[in-house]
């Protein structure tokens, strides 16, 4: 076992489906043209020229009906004991206020966005302190400031909310306090908080950059009467997974903690909650069995004690590395971007978690291995993460052990977090076998040492014959302890029987 937590999952195996299946929705087609008829008669609500009217319409439909109809999307009664330190009243048209007052109880929407900000240093920090909540800004803010001064970003997500009824907009970059004198540290550990009891996030998909926009001015399918088509030829995956803003590493936490998304991309309007996706064509597209689903849950993390150990794992390693892969401006943000959403898996799992390593899964996470593209160590200045740890480096992983293959670690374990430090407590062996290195260069075989984390077992291979996975690691330099250098699989045989007590940095 690898903890005692993770004794309380079943072993359940589970086959994924890859594809996502699609229907057109027609009831809900000549519901929304019913309606937009009369709405259109009546011309109740004004619009951004930009906007496509009869998508407001839409959207606030399935609002309505995910709320109402969807079993698991329902408020949660706790989402009434939160609320942001800081929002943007967006409901007086002649101006916008940062208020710091509590609303519990009331609706805010959120905005998922890339900052893209220029490359020119000295322009990039021109246009944050512009744009930007900052502490000298801040007390005029709380007094009110222009729409037009927002970048056209925020101000679409303005024109969101307003039009889907609500008063209050989360946006970051407005409402924590950026830069130096700022809150950021503080807010960034509410994170997820903020998105998960969001009444809807906006993903601004297709917008490089704050100053672009993501409202457009295509034809409208409804006015245009395209809306009865059997199914239309979306790809979701290709426009939410392969658009710009699904590319950032900080996005992916957002995503997956929002209890409902509205993707604004290039082609498509997408919603999505717990119960799949509604394109703005009305085709209902329900995902593949498997990782796409936690992506949807409404309730994650919590449904990952439902999941069993299996999927859990599998999880947690598709997230990883879809993660490791993401695109960072800052590389070492590595372990703050994601810090949120693993802190929260780590509660719902009751399970410690360090530098991206789950206590419970400690075995199959710590076998992970570096893409070809073996750079140096990420430089965490004053901060400094463990070698033991994928985000040590930059760049993509991989795990040596699927999901689905059955670890099985000693029963005198050999590797355990040690209570309040950085160091995992371990046994050091010599060995013999196959093995990847973390950097390029030369390394003398005869310098390393390896950590058992588990094994395969072979049912038809005697003992000293079966497949051990094990970290390599080597004596730090001037001693006091080792430093994983890679991983490796390797008959029993070739492992040493005898090992000295050391930690692992
Ligand atoms: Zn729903
Ligand atoms: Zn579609």
New binding site residues.
């Given amino acids: 076992m690898a903890s005692s937590s993770a004794q309380q999952y079943g072993w359940i195996h589970d086959g994924f489906v890859n594809s996502w299946t699609r229907h057109n929705d027609g009831k809900l087609a000549a519901k929304i043209q019913k309606k937009w008829l009369r709405h259109r008669f009546l011309n109740a609500i004004s619009f951004n020229s930009r906007a496509k009217p009869s998508i407001f319409l839409l959207l606030r439909e399935w609002l309505q009906i995910c709320d109402k109809d969807h079993t698991g999307c329902h408020r949660r009664p706790e989402m009434d004991d939160f609320w942001p330190r800081r929002v943007i009243y967006v409901g007086d048209r002649r101006q916008l206020t940062l208020v710091e007052e509590q609303h519990r109880g009331d609706d805010y929407l959120v905005l998922s966005h890339c900052w893209g900000l220029p490359e020119d240093e000295t322009k990039a920090e021109e246009e944050k302190n512009r744009v930007c909540t900052t502490p000298k800004n801040y007390k005029d803010r709380l007094h009110g400031f222009g729409y037009d001064e927002l970048p056209k970003t925020f101000q679409d997500a303005i024109q969101v909310t307003r039009a889907l009824g609500k008063n209050y907009l989360w946006i970051d970059a407005l409402c924590i306090i950026q830069g130096p004198g700022g809150d950021w540290n503080s807010e960034a550990g509410t994170m997820a908080s903020i998105f998960a009891y969001a009444y809807c996030t906006i993903a601004a998909s297709s917008a490089p950059g704050w100053a672009d926009g993501f409202l457009s001015a295509q034809p409208d399918s409804l006015v245009q009467g395209t809306l009865s088509a059997p199914?239309?030829?979306?790809d979701f995956d290709k426009d939410v997974e392969g658009g710009n803003l699904m590319k950032r590493a900080w996005v992916l936490q957002e995503r997956v903690l929002s209890r409902r998304i509205i993707h604004f991309t290039s082609t498509?309007i997408y919603s999505e909650c717990g119960n799949g996706v509604l394109?703005?064509?009305l085709?209902n597209l329900t995902p593949p069995l498997g990782k796409q689903r936690f992506f949807l849950d409404p309730n994650f993390p919590s449904r990952l004690n439902e999941a069993g150990y299996l999927r859990t794992v599998d999880f947690v390693q598709f997230l990883f590395r879809k993660y490791s892969t993401s695109g960072l401006t800052f590389a070492a943000d590595r372990d703050v971007a994601i810090y949120s959403l693993v802190k929260r898996m780590g509660e719902v799992l009751e399970t410690e978690v360090r530098y991206g390593i789950f206590h419970c899964f400690l075995g199959s996470l710590l076998l992970w291995k570096r893409d070809e593209n073996k750079t140096s160590p990420i430089s965490y200045g004053d901060r400094s993460v463990p070698s033991w740890s994928w985000m040590a480096y930059p760049g993509g992983i991989d795990f040596i052990l699927a999901a689905n293959q059955d670890l099985e670690v000693p029963r005198d374990v050999d590797l355990g977090f040690i209570e309040d430090g950085k160091a995992l407590n371990v046994k050091v062996r010599k060995f013999l076998g196959s093995m990847w290195f973390d950097v390029v260069g030369y390394i003398r075989l005869e310098d390393c040492n390896c950590v058992v984390v588990g094994m395969v077992r072979d049912k038809k291979k005697e003992g000293a014959l079966q497949t051990y996975h094990v970290l390599i690691i080597r004596e730090k330099v001037g001693g006091g302890g080792y430093k994983r250098v890679g991983v490796g699989k390797m008959e029993a045989r070739y492992i040493s029987r005898d090992y000295v007590a050391g930690t692992l940095w």
């Fill in positions: 199914t239309c030829a979306c498509h394109c703005e064509k085709t």
